[in-house]
Structures are given as C-alpha cells and as structure tokens.
C-alpha cells in the first residue's frame, strides 16, 4: 500500500518521524522492506536491490559505489560520474577523472563543494590554482567559473545546492 504525505501531516513508525512536513512521498512504504537477519543475506538483498537517490532519509555506501565507478571505463574524456543523492535543490554526484583529464572550464547554477576522496586535482577559480590532494575540500559560491584537471587518478565528491 502506498502513502502520500502533505503539508501539515506527519507519521511515526515505531516512534521514529519518517518524513517531516511538507515532505511528499508517493512511493510504497515498508519499514521492513529490504531487511535481513543474516548479513550473508542482507548483503545479498543489497546487492540486488535497486538504490534510490532521494527520499525521506538515505544512507550511501559511497565507498562501494566509488569501487564500482572505479573498475567501469571512464570513457573517451576520462570521466565518469554517478548521482548518489539527487533532490530538485541539492544534489551529491560521485566523480572519478583519469590521470590528465580535465573538465573544462564552466560555472554552477547553484553553490558547490568538491572533496576529493583520492589522488590528485587541480582547480582554478578565480586566477587561482587550487591543489587539492586527497582529504581536501573546496567549497564555491554560485556561478564561480572554474575547471578541474586531475594530476593523478582521482576521486572526489561533487555537492550541488541550488536555492
């Protein structure tokens, strides 16, 4: 059975808010949807399940959808990149670039954050050269023009916020 939440209304499962206010969902809802007791089946439950990437609350294992992005081919530029969290105003994408592949220069609608999970890039903004090696973050403000070129094989994660 579904549910559809609305302004106003609000729910409890086992004394947990499920969604805030104003949050809508028209999806089937099962809190024991997709729950094992035994992990060997719960991992393979995961491993079949399809993910969402929006929702009331979501929980990524970013590191095993980095893995997957890592051992597929990153294509004729280099890149390859994957929406883990998509909302219609925030967005996180994971993003592997090859070593020397670049993104060339653009600008964001919206503010955004790069952290870079592995290796090596480098951005400019603004006149500057950014180095960012892994553990690294840099956070833009909305339409700052920038590039990304990678000096190692590289991983990062891309935050978009639009208002």
Known sequence: ???????????KQRG????????????????????ASDPEQAESLA??????????????KWQSELE?????????NGRLSKTIVKYPNFSVVLMVMKSKATFPEHR??????????????QMHVLGNL?????????ALDREVLHDVEA?????FMLTIVLE
């Open 1 to 11: 059975m579904g549910l559809v939440w609305a302004p106003g209304d609000s729910i």
């Open 16 to 35: 947990i808010h499920v969604l805030p206010p104003g949050i809508k969902l028209s999806v089937p809802f099962s809190p024991r949807r997709n729950m």
């Open 47 to 60: 491993a079949r399940s399809p993910q969402r990437s929006w929702g009331p609350m979501l929980t990524v």
């Open 68 to 76: 997957r992005l890592l051992r597929d081919n990153t294509g004729e």
């Open 108 to 121: 964001s609608a919206g503010r955004i954050s790069v952290q870079v999970l592995k290796g090596h890039i």
């Open 130 to 138: 950014v180095d960012l090696p892994a553990g690294h973050l840099v």
């Open 151 to 155: 000096l190692d094989d590289s991983a």
